[in-house]
């Protein structure tokens, strides 16, 4: 699924063949990743006991590698991106509601259109172009 990866020669965590600096907060580095927030990057730290605060330098190469292996396990970057276009297209296809909004590039979730289209045309751009 994911392609975090374990760097042999130092306990940088790496994705996509970028490596994270050794100064950054693990927290900020787990949130780079699509699919993951705040409140998940939260979650995978308090589950390997780590502090919000702490570094990806600091912590030992044993653990950077358990939590690539844990990011490997979940459907994030890539997978989640084709699993939400493949939604929006299953909706679009059905012809339901919110289908017809995404393909018309209109808010989907009852935002008002009398006034102030323009942003939620914007927002929604991405959907209405695939």
Same mark, same amino acid.
């Given at each position: 699924m994911?392609?975090?990866l374990?760097?042999?020669?130092s ?7 970028v ?6 907060l =693990?927290k ?5 990743f699509?699919? =993951?927030? $705040? ?7 308090a ?17 950077? $590698? ?9 459907t =994030? ?9 493949d939604? =929006?297209k ?8 919110r289908g ?25 751009? $991405?959907?209405?172009?695939?």
């Amino acid at each position: 699924m994911s392609t975090a990866l374990l760097n042999t020669k130092s306990s940088s965590l790496r994705h996509n063949g970028v490596p994270f600096p050794e100064n950054r907060l =693990i927290k900020k580095s787990l949130e780079t990743f699509y699919g =993951i927030g $705040a409140h998940q990057s939260s979650r995978i730290l308090a589950k390997f006991n780590i502090f919000p605060g702490a570094r990806l330098g600091s912590v030992p190469s044993k653990t950077i $590698a358990a939590i690539s292996a844990d990011l490997s396990q979940m459907t =994030i970057e890539n997978d989640l991106r084709k699993q939400v276009r493949d939604n =929006i297209k299953r909706l679009r296809d059905m012809g339901s509601y919110r289908g017809r909004r995404h393909a018309m590039g209109l808010p989907v979730r009852g935002q008002r259109t009398r006034s102030q289209i323009a942003t939620a045309r914007k927002l929604n751009r $991405a959907d209405w172009k695939a």
